[in-house]
Antibody, heavy 114, light 112 residues
Framework: QVNLLQSGAALVKPGASVKLSCKAS????????IHWVKQSHGKSLEWIGY????????NYNEKFKSKATLTVDKSTNTAYMELSRLTSEDSATYYC???????WGQGVMVTVSS | DVVLTQTPPTLSATIGQSVSISCRSS???????????LNWLLQRPGQPPQLLIY???RLESGVPNRFSGSGSGTDFTLKISGVEAEDLGVYYC?????????FGSGTKLEIK
């Protein structure tokens, strides 16, 4: 069965970076785009961008272009999102999802605090 | 950016009641390829979202058929025909016709 397993929660200091992972299983990794979505506490959802695991092509929400970097490792069927120059505004739960919704990772909470 | 306006923001229903949620888009979601990329998601408390409906009206595999979607262009509706206790949570519409893809603000369904 399809599964997207995300890395564990992260506590990071302001100004630092963090790299989140999303390991796919149960399907051919290169057949479907992986999207990343942000959910601030108690709020709605924001689309960060997607990556084509086959080609590495990315498409970002302009709002997150200088914040997020999406990559994949086809050898391990894993997608990554690196968030840079973290501030309190980046504290949120981040999800990876296949095809903009048919399968979701369990989410990873990122807390930015000194 | 496309703005999706969901109404109502909260909904209180009894078991067995039928309810509808509206999602209105600030521009047409009809893609040049003829598809309309409007999905409905349910996020139960403490869980990631799950897909209920895709392409406006297609029921995702495994989703009960009491859920149905309809609409076109800019106006879309999710209907639950006979609410069950497990349906509580927040419902979101999401469009992926126009980048950046956007979500509605959510409708919280409470069970009376």
């Amino acid at each position: 069965q399809v599964n997207l397993l995300q890395s564990g929660a992260a506590l990071v200091k302001p100004g630092a970076s963090v790299k989140l992972s999303c390991k796919a299983s149960g399907y051919t990794f290169t057949d479907y785009y992986i999207h990343w979505v942000k959910q601030s506490h108690g709020k709605s959802l924001e689309w960060i961008g997607y990556i084509n695991p086959n080609s590495g092509y990315t498409n970002y929400n302009e709002k997150f272009k200088s914040k997020a970097t999406l990559t994949v490792d086809k050898s391990t069927n894993t997608a990554y999102m690196e968030l840079s120059r973290l501030t309190s505004e980046d504290s949120a739960t981040y999800y990876c999802t296949r095809r903009m919704g048919d399968y979701w990772g369990q989410g990873v909470m990122v807390t930015v605090s000194s | 950016d496309v703005v999706l306006t969901q109404t109502p923001p909260t909904l209180s229903a009894t078991i067995g009641q039928s309810v509808s949620i509206s999602c209105r888009s600030s521009q047409s979601l009809l893609h040049s390829n003829g598809n309309t990329y409007l999905n409905w998601l349910l996020q139960r408390p403490g869980q990631p979202p799950q897909l209920l409906i895709y392409l406006v009206s297609r029921l995702e595999s495994g989703v009960p058929n009491r859920f149905s979607g309809s609409g076109s262009g800019t106006d879309f509706t999710l209907k639950i025909s006979g609410v069950e206790a497990e349906d509580l949570g927040v419902y979101y519409c999401v469009q992926s016709t126009h980048a950046p893809f956007t979500f509605g603000s959510g409708t919280k369904l409470e069970i009376k």
